[in-house]
């Protein structure tokens, strides 16, 4: 008797199949039937189904935090982008990524959809009220035509604004 003779067990849900597969998670012995292929190798239905970990899944008040912090965020590049106009596109980049690390520490390093989602929507959000902020401030003080820029908007803050989100969510994604 060799030692892959020794080896071989039974599957734990068909104890009639021979096998010498076993989970990479739990070591249960699965054979090819049960198998799930997953990144890390072959699992067992039980760890290959479970959604998202420890990782994947903000607190509510991690969300909240991280929420508020893209709001937050957002605004200044909505009120940025007013004064910067043209040159908002190039700094962009390094705004969102930058807005994209700090809502990552916000959220206690968690990643995943529902923080990129959060993310993404409360940068939007938040720009659209800066925006509006400076809107809201009479023209000798501000800079002018920025009540036009709402009404009749130029591409620029919306392109920079694409820009900004996606360098965050991007941030939260590839870390």
């Not at 520490?105 to 409360?122: D, N, V």
Request: charged letters at 10%; proline letters at 6%.
């Amino acid at each position: 008797m060799n030692a892959v003779e020794a080896a071989k067990t039974t599957c734990a849900r068909h104890p009639k199949v021979e096998t010498a597969l076993t989970c990479a998670s739990c070591g249960v012995p699965i054979c090819p039937k049960c198998l799930v292929q997953t990144p890390v190798g072959m699992k067992c239905r039980d760890c290959g189904t479970q959604q998202g970990g420890v990782l994947f899944t903000p607190g509510i008040g991690q969300a909240a935090l991280a929420s508020v912090f893209g709001v937050l965020f957002g605004a200044v590049a909505g009120w940025g982008v007013a004064f910067l106009g043209f040159y908002s596109l190039f700094v962009a980049v390094a705004y969102g990524t930058f807005a994209g690390e700090m809502i990552l520490r916000a959220a206690s390093r968690k990643r995943g959809l529902r923080m990129e989602l959060i993310a993404g929507t409360a940068l939007a959000v938040g720009a659209i009220g800066g925006r509006m902020a400076v809107a809201a401030i009479p023209p000798s003080m501000g800079p002018i035509g920025s009540v036009i820029d709402l009404v009749i908007p130029t591409p620029i803050p919306l392109i920079a604004l694409g820009i900004a989100v996606a360098s965050a969510v991007g941030r939260i994604r590839y870390i």
